[in-house]
């Protein structure tokens, strides 16, 4: 027997240098690819992935097929014609690899920190029913090592600490036994939008606890900007300029690989930290760029809100965040919708709603969700995500698919200065203001030296509130100036959704007119 197969040694080898290695173990499509995946309807469909140099890669979408050889670098790119929304589950076929019981309907990414993230199994949802079971939304939750280990990384967490690595998830139907892992906003989002249009609806979750602006950016942004290029130029662990709490859990994580004495450079180092400048744009945004979507929904900032100086810097940022998105994504427009910061204690967060404000009244195609109403004082994670989910879900129903009936936050367009006082008249009231004839809390007037004082307000007709002016020589208006409003804000338009916090130049030449999208 040993004789027989010594004989066959060579005829073996012969064979293995002949005969050529099966093509799925060198054809790799992109790992968002996968069963059970929803695509974007109504846009060219890319696929993508890696290969040898040179390699003819074949693949198949439904009926459609195309091929094309991998470039020198060993990448490659198929483009599918555009289709339309469907339930009747297509295959994509890459040379022997075979995807199934893919839809076609719309995928949204729902990004940004631990908020995004809550999951609706940790959430008060105040009728369960309305959590409801539906295998046509299809949901991607991709997820990296913890953010916090006190203990340091294991060796198999050090791995993963490297773009490419770093998030994992696969594609799963929206069952009883899944929902409660999922984003409790991103699934309420998702929801709504398949009852509302009738089409399977794709979700992918990239959100990571405690994430700055920063970490989302891209490197030709972080790398020169002021106030982000100093973190490649010295020790990040130590630079006080960094957020404490990045810096704290970084050094925990990488307790058992950290040299002594040796500063730790982004991007410079063996192992990669989840809140290094421009780390999760790498890993998550940049991965999934070519893939067709119909938009972002953002829930991010409170490590950015920590002091005064994040604050100021953030609506840059932020800008430059989806302008970057947009980019990856190559569509200009790209709806972008984002949760503005809720009622919670830090005495920095009022500014920071109003950095979130001015992004959402200057940028095209950007829109904001207020929250103001629906924090917890004590408590940075509102354990009931069902009405953000909702509102973000209107806005997107009304801005982005354009269908009637959907609500929208009253917007402040323009302040009359009359005998009786301030006349503000507002947009997106619906059928009318609440409290009609009731007085208003949280309006404040200021004159020159910028001191703001409380004045009486009230509803006076359907779009319009009347404040008094007090005696002030008022400079300036604003309303909802609060962490965590005490008492409640009452003024919520006929569908219930509240006017969210403001601040405006009352000085000659701009009390006409105020600045609307």
Same mark, same amino acid.
């Given at each position: 027997?040993?004789?027989?197969?010594?004989?066959?040694?060579?005829?073996?080898?012969?064979?293995?240098?002949?005969?050529?290695?099966?093509?799925?173990?060198?054809? $790799?499509?992109?790992?968002?690819?996968?069963?059970?995946?929803?695509?974007?309807?109504?846009?060219?469909?890319?696929?993508?992935?890696?290969?040898?140099?040179?390699?003819?890669?074949?693949?198949?979408?439904?009926?459609?097929?195309?091929?094309?050889?991998?470039?020198?670098?060993?990448?490659?790119?198929?483009?599918?014609?555009?289709?339309?929304?469907?339930?009747?589950?297509?295959?994509?076929?890459?040379?022997?690899?075979?995807?199934?019981?893919?839809?076609?309907?719309?995928?949204?990414?729902?990004?940004?920190?631990?908020?995004?993230?809550?999951?609706?199994?940790?959430?008060?949802?105040?009728?369960?029913?309305?959590?409801?079971?539906?295998?046509?939304?299809?949901?991607?939750?991709?997820?990296?090592?913890?953010?916090?280990?006190?203990?340091?990384?294991?060796?198999?967490?050090?791995?993963?600490?490297?773009?490419?690595?770093?998030? $994992?998830?696969?594609?799963?139907?929206?069952?009883?036994?899944?929902?409660?892992?999922?984003?409790?906003?991103?699934?309420?989002?998702?929801?709504?939008?398949?009852?509302?249009?009738?089409?399977?609806?794709?979700?992918?979750?990239?959100?990571?606890?405690?994430?700055?602006?920063?970490?989302?950016?891209?490197?030709?942004?972080?790398?020169?900007?002021?106030?982000?290029?100093?973190?490649?130029?010295?020790?990040?662990?130590?630079?006080?300029?960094?957020?404490?709490?990045?810096?704290?859990?970084?050094?925990?994580?990488?307790?058992?690989?950290?040299?002594?004495?040796?500063?730790?450079?982004?991007?410079?180092?063996?192992?990669?930290?989840?809140?290094?400048?421009?780390?999760?744009?790498?890993?998550?945004?940049?991965?999934?760029?070519?893939?067709?979507?119909?938009?972002?929904?953002?829930?991010?900032?409170?490590?950015?809100?920590?002091?005064?100086?994040?604050?100021?810097?953030?609506?840059?940022?932020?800008?430059?965040?989806?302008?970057?998105?947009?980019?990856?994504?190559?569509?200009?427009?790209?709806?972008?919708?984002?949760?503005?910061?809720?009622?919670?204690?830090?005495?920095?967060?009022?500014?920071?709603?109003?950095?979130?404000?001015?992004?959402?009244?200057?940028?095209?195609?950007?829109?904001?969700?207020?929250?103001?109403?629906?924090?917890?004082?004590?408590?940075?994670?509102?354990?009931?995500?069902?009405?953000?989910?909702?509102?973000?879900?209107?806005?997107?129903?009304?801005?982005?698919?354009?269908?009637?009936?959907?609500?929208?936050?009253?917007?402040?367009?323009?302040?009359?200065?009359?005998?009786?006082?301030?006349?503000?008249?507002?947009?997106?009231?619906?059928?009318?203001?609440?409290?009609?004839?009731?007085?208003?809390?949280?309006?404040?007037?200021?004159?020159?030296?910028?001191?703001?004082?409380?004045?009486?307000?009230?509803?006076?007709?359907?779009?319009?509130?009347?404040?008094?002016?007090?005696?002030?020589?008022?400079?300036?208006?604003?309303?909802?100036?609060?962490?965590?409003?005490?008492?409640?804000?009452?003024?919520?338009?006929?569908?219930?959704?509240?006017?969210?916090?403001?601040?405006?130049?009352? $000085?000659?030449?701009?009390?006409?007119?105020?600045?609307?999208?």
């Amino acid at each position: 027997m040993q004789d027989t197969i010594r004989r066959m040694i060579p005829v073996i080898m012969i064979l293995c240098l002949i005969w050529p290695v099966p093509s799925e173990a060198r054809v $790799k499509p992109a790992p968002v690819f996968q069963s059970h995946m929803v695509l974007q309807r109504d846009m060219p469909i890319s696929v993508w992935g890696t290969a040898e140099a040179g390699e003819l890669v074949r693949a198949s979408l439904g009926k459609e097929e195309k091929e094309v050889r991998a470039n020198q670098k060993g990448e490659w790119i198929l483009v599918f014609p555009r289709q339309k929304a469907s339930y009747d589950p297509v295959e994509l076929v890459v040379n022997e690899l075979v995807f199934t019981d893919i839809l076609i309907g719309e995928v949204w990414i729902c990004s940004g920190q631990s908020n995004m993230a809550w999951v609706v199994g940790k959430s008060d949802i105040p009728d369960k029913r309305e959590i409801i079971d539906n295998r046509d939304i299809r949901y991607l939750k991709l997820v990296g090592p913890k953010g916090v280990a006190k203990d340091g990384y294991t060796r198999e967490e050090l791995a993963r600490c490297k773009p490419d690595e770093f998030f $994992k998830g696969r594609w799963t139907h929206g069952t009883s036994d899944r929902i409660p892992l999922f984003s409790a906003l991103g699934w309420m989002f998702a929801q709504n939008l398949a009852a509302d249009l009738d089409v399977p609806v794709g979700i992918i979750e990239i959100a990571v606890g405690g994430s700055a602006i920063n970490n989302w950016l891209p490197p030709e942004i972080t790398r020169s900007h002021p106030y982000t290029s100093h973190m490649y130029q010295e020790d990040w662990l130590t630079n006080t300029k960094v957020f404490i709490n990045h810096r704290r859990r970084g050094r925990e994580a990488f307790q058992h690989v950290l040299k002594k004495d040796e500063p730790f450079i982004p991007g410079a180092m063996e192992y990669r930290w989840m809140c290094e400048p421009s780390f999760l744009y790498e890993a998550g945004m940049e991965t999934l760029g070519k893939l067709g979507i119909r938009g972002l929904a953002w829930y991010q900032g409170e490590s950015d809100a920590y002091s005064r100086e994040p604050v100021i810097q953030y609506p840059e940022l932020f800008r430059q965040f989806i302008a970057s998105v947009r980019k990856e994504f190559r569509n200009e427009r790209l709806p972008v919708l984002f949760v503005q910061l809720p009622g919670h204690k830090p005495e920095t967060w009022p500014l920071f709603r109003e950095m979130q404000r001015q992004v959402s009244q200057s940028e095209r195609d950007v829109y904001m969700a207020v929250a103001i109403d629906l924090g917890e004082e004590d408590n940075i994670h509102p354990r009931d995500k069902t009405q953000i989910g909702n509102r973000l879900s209107a806005l997107a129903l009304k801005h982005v698919y354009h269908r009637k009936g959907q609500p929208d936050f009253p917007e402040l367009e323009k302040i009359k200065i009359k005998a009786e006082g301030l006349e503000l008249a507002f947009s997106n009231c619906g059928k009318g203001l609440t409290g009609t004839g009731k007085p208003v809390p949280h309006f404040e007037l200021a004159g020159a030296d910028s001191v703001f004082v409380p004045v009486e307000a009230s509803v006076i007709s359907r779009t319009k509130i009347r404040v008094k002016p007090g005696g002030i020589q008022a400079e300036y208006i604003r309303y909802g100036w609060k962490s965590f409003p005490k008492p409640e804000v009452r003024v919520y338009n006929s569908e219930g959704f509240p006017l969210g916090p403001f601040i405006e130049s009352l $000085k000659s030449g701009e009390s006409e007119r105020i600045k609307t999208r």
